[in-house]
């Protein structure tokens, strides 16, 4: 998951990829200091690196002002007189995004890119009159739109961009595809073990995962439901009360941080995958097994 640890009046805080820095309750650095606005600054990954992105005016980094900033250990951020940040540990993690069909990669590196099916397919930079589909960077991802609508890229989503097949993957996936050979054959099958509060992943000849909260529970809903669902009804299980747009946010946070757990462990960061169309589904290959037990 990527994140960045700060150190803030001789304590420490991480604040993970989109997290708000400001007095708001839900800031996931909160700073209950009148010098400090509400969203004063926000953490972006972009094109595979942390920056930090002034929402209210500037700050200043090692004594020169900012608006915008890529993070790395060492740096003073001044906030507001007074309010300094120290940073202690950056982690990008696996976020870069790419766009592939057949055989090309495209390297998500501008905020805005326009895909055209071609023939032949290529990418432009910015918004392009004409194109099938338009790419730009939310600060956390990636979205896509076409004329089906707007969908969230994740690792291995599938879109359909004016009859081309595209699907997003995140770099270190390609990479290990590239060094671990054939698609087909990267993965030993899964035997997948829902116990609600944890999920135990076994697989022959390694040694067995362990997931327990909130990665536990996303898989265990989307496990038990048996076939893709709306990200919305599994999203409603773990979180029962409150608006939908903050079980989305809930939602889109603990799925990233599933998937760099999964990364981590060396287990395919699609296993609960999004069809582009607002489904979820605990994505099975020939050989998996879900036992539940809950």
């Avoid at 005016?57 to 940040?85: C, I």
């Avoid at 496990?223 to 747009?245: C, K, L, Q, Y």
Wanted: charged residues 25%; hydrophobic residues 40%; negative net charge.
């Amino acid at each position: 998951m990527a994140s960045v640890r700060f150190r803030v009046h001789g304590d420490t805080a991480t604040v993970s990829a989109g997290g708000i820095i400001g007095r708001l309750a839900h800031a996931e650095l909160r700073l209950d200091d009148p010098r400090v606005s509400e969203a004063h600054a926000l953490v972006s990954l972009r094109n595979g690196c942390l920056r930090l992105l002034a929402l209210r005016r500037w700050f200043e980094v090692d004594g020169v002002r900012s608006s915008d900033v890529v993070l790395s250990v060492g740096q003073h951020v001044r906030l507001a007189p007074g309010v300094e940040l120290v940073v202690e540990a950056v982690e990008a993690g696996g976020g870069a995004m790419a766009l592939t069909w057949g055989s090309t990669v495209v390297e998500l590196e501008h905020s805005v890119i326009s895909v055209f099916a071609g023939p032949p397919a290529r990418v432009e930079p910015g918004p392009c009159e004409g194109a099938d589909g338009v790419v730009w960077s939310t600060g956390t991802g990636w979205c896509i739109r076409t004329v089906e609508g707007v969908v969230e890229l994740d690792d291995g989503v599938q879109v359909d961009v004016g009859g081309l097949p595209v699907v997003a993957r995140t770099l270190a996936d390609l990479q290990a595809r590239s060094t671990r050979g054939d698609a087909g054959t990267l993965d030993p099958p899964i035997r997948v073990v829902l116990r609600h509060d944890t999920v135990h992943l076994f697989r022959p000849d390694r040694p067995p995962v362990v997931l327990s909260g909130m990665s536990a529970r996303i898989v265990s809903e989307v496990g038990a439901m048996g076939s893709a669902v709306p990200w919305e009804v599994a999203a409603s299980e773990i979180w029962r009360t409150g608006p939908s747009h903050i079980r989305r946010q809930n939602w889109d946070r603990n799925l990233r941080r599933l998937r760099g757990k999964l990364r981590d462990a060396g287990i395919r960061s699609d296993l609960v995958r999004a069809d582009g169309r607002g489904n979820v589904e605990l994505y099975l290959l020939p050989g998996d097994e879900v036992v539940e037990q809950m």
